[in-house]
């Protein structure tokens, strides 16, 4: 029989991924742990790989659909084994909580079905409020009213700021809704208009990781009031420490301690004692987490990703040594393992490297703050009433002004210069 | 208008078709000086004499058969059966005689007599006193069987079941002999399998038979000072049925309580639902249908577990919020 490719679900949060492209054509015999497909989640693209070898049978998706996981994606079997497409998407799923979530038919009347069909609408799209999540004519009715509406929340913030009306822009998104992207269309045309007449200019088609961050930029940018505030720390005392800790880190790991893994350490132990950033707003609800699990941006060619060191809190410095080493070399051999970027609750952005003093990150939403880290630089400074040569850091504390006020910010800014400046004090 | 009672209103019916119509009479037990059980016939024999208010002896076997027969000799008898329960004596003759006369003999011969049958509970008589077996009646093809709700609809009705050719079932409720309302003092008549809207409504629909209609208009009345607009249709006659009034509501509303006195399994608003189930009004349903019927238990003679046996006014309240979610 035929075996199923089902789409994957890659984390806790991952409710469908997109196909980007298929890396094997039908018919194709395909060893185990070969690449089949190119799945973009909402935080990375990965491939599926073959868990058997045999013959791809047959492709259900054009690249570019979107897929429910643990629905099947392709068959594989035998050479030329006809293929039997079942109607439910799932029958040996692996978790059972897996055949429960896609076994279940949503519960419908038969008044809301008639009105889903007149309208050309689907009914999976629609959350049923009546008993057992029955959707009810009201539903449908409210999510037309929702749709006539026919612009996102995300797009009608971005008309506004823009100083566009709705009413001048054609939307693309489903039953013509407006959506950000044709917000930032109609703003774009004479731009676009010039660049077309320039020769030299290389044109990409937004995909893969360089998409998700773009939507992921600008979501987290129009919807989440951004506040920055800085401070200048000394950084004299944490390189002082550094340089003692590198032999004795370097004995035990075999790796070399960076300021990178020194402000992971500070900023989990600033975060421990300031849990009110430790925050995220989705949907209506505000999550508070117990866990300190600190993201530090990883530029690689293609894009950015943020690797998470979890309960950073609460391992020594060898342990973020460890891990933070192993993160980045995973993930510049391109091993882009989901769980890496999983259950962040803060993000540091570490510019240090460049010759940049200060600049505004942007929020890694559903995180509700990110810490941007300067380069470190001599500078003259005021000591006791004299002016000393000391090495000194910028550090910027975006964050989401929606749920975090500006007093516990500069809180935990002030706590953070505390740290840095007096190490010792984490060990207390 | 002058208001007159349920039981006024069937006696000023058949004494008004009485005097229309010679080949009209009326039979039963202690329906002359007596009155009936009921009291409905009561004065009928002082104008027509023994000659057309014939006083039968105890056997609902002899009286159907001698109705069934006179009808078919061109007579219009209307007998009456003291209480709904013994019509089961007289099965053999309304299921196999009457019934099927008119088509076993091409038309040839016709019978047109009603049955009329004091039904229902709530008056304290027990389990043999008390039913409502109308489900029984509908099932059988060649009868029609009729079921009023109030005093105008009953005096129509019967006009009209009286000048029926077929052998008409005429159900009559106990507990509305008493009630009151508006009736024109002039002969009418309803035509059979005309369904009435005793009240119009948006938000759900009741199918109500009986005494039950009564109870349904209470209940939307109270559930009106919730905000809920009820509409309340009464099919009057279970045969013929008007399925159109009925599915024209279920359109409007897409929600839909059945309310029937007569035990819930198997009872005629089994048949409404079915209906519904199989008509293209199925597609404006917004919720499942609902039924309220009687406990499957025989009438108790205790008075309250006689009430709890069937639906009471609360009950048809809370089904309708249950049909609505709240």
Redesign the interface.
Known sequence: MATEVLMPKLGATMEEGIIVSWMANEGDLIEEGDPIAEIQTDKIVLEVEAETTGYLLKTLFEPGTTVNVHEVIAYMGDENEPVEISSTAVSEAPAPQVVLENDAKPRKTPAANKLAKENKISLSSIQGTGPNNRIQRKDVEDYLKQQSSSITPLAKKMAEDLHVSPNEITGTGHNGKITKQDVLASTQVPTIVKEETQSNVTKTPLKGMRKVIAERMAESYYTAPHVTLSVEINMSECVALRKQLIPIIEKETGHRLSYNDLMIKAVAHTLSKNKSLNISLQKDEIYQYEDVNVGFAVALDEGLVVPVIKNADKIGLSGIVNSSKQLVSNIKSGKLHPEYFEQGTFTISNLGMYAVDTFNPIINQPQSAILGVGRIVEKPVVKHGEIAIDPTMQLSLSFDHRIIDGAPAAQFLTDLKDYLENPMKMLV | MREISYSEAVRESMSQMMREDEDVYILGEDIGVYGGAFGVTSGMIDEFGPERVRITPISEAAISGCAVGSAMTGMRPILEIQFSDFVVIAMDNIVNQAAKMRYMFGGKAKVPMVVRLPSGSGAGFAAQHSQSLEAWMTHIPGLKVVQPSNAYDAKGLLAAAIKDDNPVMFYEHKMLYNVKSEVPEELYEIPLGVADIKREGKDVTIIATGLMVNRALEAAEQLAAEGIDVEVIDPRTLVPLDEKAILQSVKKT?RVLVAYEAVKRNGFGTEIVSLIAESDA??????PILRLGGAEAPIPYNPELEKAAIPQVHDIYQKCLELL?R
């Not at chain 2, 199925?282 to 919720?287: K, N, P, T, V």
């Open positions: 897409g199925f597609d404006y349903l917004d919720a979610n």
